[in-house]
């Protein structure tokens, strides 16, 4: 390596080493933390007590983790594929310089910016069987109402509901950005083909923009694998366990019972799962990506 | 011109940052209750203060008003704030008073995570002897003071006597309530049938505390030692099933509201949709207020009792709140600060009882004013027969938890009872079991 070439390297370093200090310190370091937390029986307060790899036995075995497994499964798979398709097809629709795009743009993006307390006030507004809008509704037609936050069968469709109205804006400003940067001399050569809309959309806009749908993917099934907040303070994990998510079991786990080294442990095998779940999107889409080339 | 004027602009704004350092004491106090800063933010009218957050509120103010050498920092935290305190007292940054139940205290005192406060209450002059006999017992741990009581809390039936009219459930002007599980379901259907509504409202969803606190007050009626030690709870047996089997049973009949939130259980009991709303005395206050409204459903037609006794001996679970000081080092002025708070809340605890709690101090139950206030002669029976938990019981909050969301599951019909019971003895034991 010459000279030069060093001091480039070096040069590079310099650029990414402050980045990587702080990713490691807020990042790495929490992680290796929680690697050993994990093994031991801990409390919140600092005591420690070596017990291997019981708490991830212990994880496996534990009933009400696995209902709050399959609870966060069910709500990623009732989120993540409606909120794709959703926002793709308001993102088709958006992508055009009118006033009226424009303003609806802001309109679907600015659920976004409510909190999540915010949002499940709303939510509970309209989902309380009491006097909620849906209850109100269904009175005007001489229906009972639904007890959407307290049946086993309807509060994890709630959630759902309430996270696709929330978390609509982000995907389609990313699909957004993704379609404006589609060049359109290739629309126009497939018009001169007379190639119609459905086939523009199938053979040019998806692969053109296949990325940013993998993308959306993944930051969705990562977001929607993590869900808290919703079900903290809109059903509270209840009834019975019903809508509790993992999350949310590893919070009362750590903070409610003080048991860090298995709230630590869940969070870990959390990580793991989240970990294996992208990079196999990320693979099943390179590997198409590579047999198209 | 402009540079100029950019260059004053900016001094002014450092300059405006420059002020003298606040060299007064203080003091963060962290309460639940609720926030109501909306009506009481800016009141000090102790006395013309309804509820327990606007007593609580306009009480702070008052104490910031009279103490300007003190600052005063308030966090509200959303009931009952136990999981922000672990995690304050966790990252080394506690505050200094803390709102605690009485039946929390063990898990915070055995860790050495709060402090015993007979220095403060000796500098208050707050003679732990004034306390009630009931609160005393809670505060009391090991023979160490680790609160200042300021309340005794139990549930009572809250009556709309109204319908209990219209239902044929009144004599001389009292309700009649029942003396066991089967005149409890004749009443309840006798009340249905006869007002097309049910006789029990009950906060059945995100609010497990009710059911384990009813599940509690009948275990302990029957005699039934629930934690036998301080490592394990007694649940699947013949007494448990009994009451929880009322409590399905109630629910699969229709004879209660289901499906309702408190402040939806709240709205039914204000609004006439039901006969008994079995809730804490934290409600007698609010309802009573109501009950003197004109064009309220209640108006006029409003009862307190405590649980009737269904099995065994009178025997309701009580608990209470306390004012609790997480360890941490201090300067002398911010415990002196710390003192000065607690004998000013001591000497308004009357005020507090106009909540509907029991107060905790027995001078205030002697006086005119609490005697005067109303339905006071109908609970006093809650002081008397009134059961807290064995003092070794710990971790209530998680432990209430979890119980609360298996009774649920098992009233509500998801879960057969006795699985659930046995699922609620299996999962306090393994919490009891990891406890360290």
New interface residues.
């Given amino acids: 390596m010459t000279g030069a070439a060093r001091r480039d390297g070096w040069v590079g370093y310099a650029f990414v080493g402050p980045f990587l200090l702080v990713y490691a310190a807020i990042l790495i370091v929490p992680l290796l933390m929680g690697l050993w937390i994990s093994l031991n029986n801990a409390d919140l307060f600092g005591r420690r007590e070596w017990v291997g790899l019981a708490n991830y036995a212990q994880a496996l075995g534990d009933p009400v983790l696995g209902q709050a497994f399959a609870n966060t499964l069910t709500l990623t798979l009732l989120i993540v594929p409606p909120l794709t398709v959703i926002a793709l097809l308001l993102a088709l629709a958006l992508n055009r310089a009118t006033r009226l795009a424009a303003i609806l743009r802001g309109v679907f993006f600015s659920s976004l910016v409510l909190s999540v307390t915010i949002v499940t006030l709303i939510w509970r507004f309209i989902l309380t069987p009491d006097a909620g809008l849906v209850a109100v509704g269904l009175g005007a037609l001489g229906r009972a109402p639904v007890p959407f936050l307290s049946d086993p069968a309807y509060v994890i469709p709630a959630l759902a509901v309430t996270t696709l109205w929330w978390s609509l804006g982000f995907p389609i400003m990313l699909f957004l950005a993704g379609l404006q940067q589609v060049p359109h001399d290739i629309y126009e050569a497939a018009a001169l083909d007379g190639a119609g809309r459905w086939t523009v959309f199938r053979r040019i806009t998806l692969p053109s923009i296949r990325r940013t749908l993998l993308l959306v993917v993944m930051l969705q099934t990562a977001a929607q694998l993590q869900i808290f907040g919703q079900a903290q303070l809109l059903t509270g994990g209840g009834p019975g366990g019903a809508s509790r998510t993992i999350v949310l079991y590893i919070f009362e786990v750590s903070f409610g019972r003080w048991e860090l080294g298995y709230a630590t442990a869940i969070a870990e095998l959390l990580f793991g799962m989240i970990l294996a779940v992208t990079l196999l999107q990320y693979w099943l889409v390179i590997r198409h990506e590579e047999q198209r080339a | 011109m402009r540079k100029r004027a950019l260059a004053f602009g900016f001094a002014g704004v450092l300059l405006a940052g420059c002020q003298p350092a606040d060299e007064r004491p203080e003091i963060v106090v962290q309460r639940f209750f609720g926030e109501c800063g909306a009506v009481y933010g800016a009141s000090t009218d102790v006395a013309g203060a309804e509820t327990e957050c606007g007593i609580l509120t306009t009480l702070i103010n008052r104490f910031a008003a009279e103490n300007p050498d003190i600052r005063v920092k308030v966090n509200v935290v959303a009931w009952p704030g136990?999981?922000?305190l672990?995690?304050q007292?966790?990252a080394g940054d506690p505050p200094d008073l803390v709102t605690m139940h009485q039946s929390v205290i063990a898990d915070y005192s055995s860790?050495g995570?709060i402090e015993p406060v007979e220095p403060l209450l000796a500098e208050a002059n707050i003679d732990p002897a004034a306390f009630t006999p009931a609160a005393r017992a809670g505060v009391e741990k090991e023979g160490r003071l680790y609160a200042m009581p300021w309340d005794t809390i139990g549930r009572l039936f809250h009556v709309n006597t109204a319908l209990m009219a219209e239902a044929g459930l009144m004599r001389e002007g009292r309700p009649v309530l029942p003396n066991s599980p089967e005149e409890l379901l004749a009443q309840a259907r006798q009340f249905k049938q006869r007002t097309g509504k049910p006789y029990l409202i009950q906060a059945?969803?995100?609010a497990p505390d009710f059911m384990v606190a009813f599940l509690y007050t009948y275990l302990l009626a029957q005699g039934q030692p629930i934690f036998p030690d301080a490592r394990h709870v007694r649940l699947d047996t013949p007494e448990a099933r009994r009451v929880v089997a009322l409590m399905r049973q109630l629910n699969a009949e229709g004879l209660t509201t289901?499906?309702?939130?408190f402040p939806?259980a709240t709205?039914?009991f204000t609004q006439g949709r039901g006969g008994i709303f079995p809730v804490g005395t934290w409600m007698l206050g609010p309802y009573d207020a109501e009950a003197a409204r004109r064009s309220s459903a209640l108006h006029g037609h409003y009862a307190v009792a405590p649980f009737p006794r269904l099995w065994g001996s009178p025997a309701p679970f009580v608990d209470g709140h306390a004012w609790v000081v997480p360890a941490a080092s201090r300067s002398r002025a911010e415990r002196a600060a710390m003192a000065r708070f607690l004998g000013f809340l001591a000497r308004y605890n009357y005020d507090w009882s106009r909540t509907g709690q029991l107060p905790a101090f027995a001078a205030v139950l002697a006086t005119p004013e609490f005697q005067a206030l109303p339905h006071r002669e109908d609970i006093a029976a809650l002081a008397r027969t009134g059961r807290q938990l064995p003092g070794y019981v710990e971790?209530q909050?998680?432990v209430q938890?979890l119980i609360g969301?298996?009774l649920?599951?098992a009233i509500?019909g998801?879960?057969p009872v006795d699985a659930a019971l046995r699922d609620a003895e299996r999962?306090v034991n393994r919490?009891y079991a990891?406890?360290?």
């Fill in positions: 136990y999981p922000q672990a995690a007292i966790a860790r995570l059945q969803v995100s289901r499906n309702q939130d939806a709205a039914a971790r909050s998680a938890g969301e298996e649920e599951a509500t998801t879960k999962r919490l990891q406890m360290m």
